[in-house]
């Protein structure tokens, strides 16, 4: 365990020790001046678990999933308040966030919270600056739908009327950026020859100036939508680069020097200015392999200058597959200290996307497996009004 691990938990058990010092002189304060008959059951006798060091009940604590937490949370006074202490919900954002398969704009984080030093005074214990439980709560991916507007119980048959109609279009999305072209799988490669994940529906003889083409597709045999592969350079170049480990000039932005923050500033190419306006949304094809990503100042202003207003409405979603090529083996996984992959939070805040107007979404994905696609995918096409 790391040194700042074992910081973390010394903190949160010394909150959890001070909060039931509290509660149980404030309890007894009470006890004394009540009249036995008045006692209601919250008074009782503490339980066997109540009476635990805390150094177990944190221990304990730290064993439940977030249900059974809150669960432990509804059988006592005590434990209510207990479980809601927003240190320990600080070190479990920390310890579980870069295990997250994905994170969207309403359920990310304010990271800049757990940036701040961990409280130690008595008087910052009493009075926490932030809800760490609900961050924790929105973002913890078995938790997150109830955050969801909830649709309405006519939307059902609505939404069953609506599916017997055919749509007269099916909505298009323009994909790009590094993953697609710098890892060892070709993501859309694997896209056009894995049927079980999506079913390629045709492949329009057309392509955008050699860098890119559409590709239409079939969701779970229901719903059609077509993809328009935007490449920063043709094929050839792109093969050359991969062998020889080099970047080469990106044909897709026009560079135009740096705003005023000192940031690099892009406008799409003509070309890919007339995809931006007949999208209904984007992906990113990030590179979540470590050590291997492009500066994200750069992406950033790429992904700015594609979803600019300018060019269409700012509430056409952004989803950004998080990818690496192949998944590493559990038995790795588990024995490396080091991440086999960036998680989705750090590449939110990577590529700066909590600043966007745009609904966005990270879902980790693997290229060779293809796993995350289709939970990206569902997310995008919802986002585009289709009910799934």
């Known amino acids: 365990m790391s040194g700042k691990s074992q910081s973390d938990e010394s903190v949160v058990i010394r909150s959890l020790r001070h ?66 202490d927003p240190l320990l919900w600080r070190y479990f954002l920390v310890r579980d966030m870069p295990k997250w398969p994905s994170i969207n704009h309403v359920t990310m984080p304010r990271l800049e919270a757990l940036h701040t030093p961990l409280c130690v005074g008595e008087k910052e214990m009493e009075e926490p600056g932030h809800d760490f439980m609900t961050d924790y709560l929105k973002g913890y991916p078995a938790c997150r739908q109830q955050w969801f507007p909830q649709r309405p119980p006519y939307s059902v048959v609505t939404s069953f009327l609506q599916s017997l109609v055919p749509t007269a279009t099916e909505p298009r999305y323009a994909m790009f950026g590094p993953g697609m072209e710098q890892l060892d799988v070709s993501m859309v490669t694997k896209l056009m020859h894995t049927p079980d994940v999506l079913l390629v529906a045709g492949i329009p003889q057309r392509q955008i100036n050699g860098i890119g083409s559409g590709i239409s597709y079939v969701y779970k045999n229901q719903h059609k939508f077509n993809i328009l592969t935007l490449y920063s350079t043709n094929r050839a170049e792109r093969e050359r680069a991969r062998m020889e480990q080099q970047s080469v000039s990106n044909k897709l932005f026009i560079q135009e020097g740096r705003d005023q923050s000192g940031h690099p500033h892009f406008s799409p190419t003509p070309q890919v200015q007339e995809v931006c306006q007949a999208v209904d949304g984007f992906i990113y094809v990030a590179n979540a392999e470590p ?31 998080s990818c690496v090529s192949r998944e590493e083996p559990d038995q790795i996984r588990t024995t490396s200290s080091n991440s086999t992959r960036t998680p989705c939070v750090d590449m939110a805040q990577r590529l700066c996307l909590p600043m966007l107007p745009n609904p966005w979404m990270v879902q980790d994905t693997v290229a060779e497996s293809l796993s995350g696609v289709l939970d990206g995918i569902s997310w995008l096409l919802g986002c585009s009004g289709l009910r799934l």
């Not at 977030?66 to 479980?83: E, H, K, N, Q």
């Not at 291997?292 to 989803?319: F, M, T």
């Open 291 to 321: 050590g291997r990503g492009d500066d994200g100042e750069v992406e950033w202003a790429q992904i700015q200058a594609l979803v600019d207003p300018a060019l269409g409405s700012s509430s056409r979603p952004l989803l950004v597959l």
């Open 19 to 84: 909060f039931r010092e509290k509660y149980f002189n404030a309890r007894k304060n009470v006890s004394d001046q009540a009249h036995a008959a008045e006692v209601t059951s919250e008074d009782a006798p503490p339980g066997f678990l109540d009476c635990l060091p805390v150094d177990l009940q944190f221990l304990i604590m730290t064993l439940l999933s977030p249900v059974d937490l809150c669960r432990l949370g509804a059988t006592s006074s005590y434990w209510r308040a207990m479980v809601r």
